[in-house]
């Protein structure tokens, strides 16, 4: 629903991850190592440091994890120009 009363809304959940994407894609090498880092193993789970695998020995997040699907959609920004 539109709203005509100059009461700025809140954001939507997509222009928060929008922004946040954008955010992202001002730090090319960060996207770049996420990117490089969280990967699927053999079972599709994300082998990425702080996806529940470091030192843990067994994966708790499954691939495409939250950190790569915002480097992706960071790189398709900054690939984009
Ligand atoms: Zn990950």
Redesign the pocket.
Known sequence: MERTDGIPRPPSPDELWAGIVAEVATMPDVVTNLLR??QPDEQGF???N??GTAGRGVPA?R?P?S??TLAASADRLLRRG
């Open positions: 880092e969280h994300c082998t990425g702080g996806c997040t691939w994890c950190l790569h």
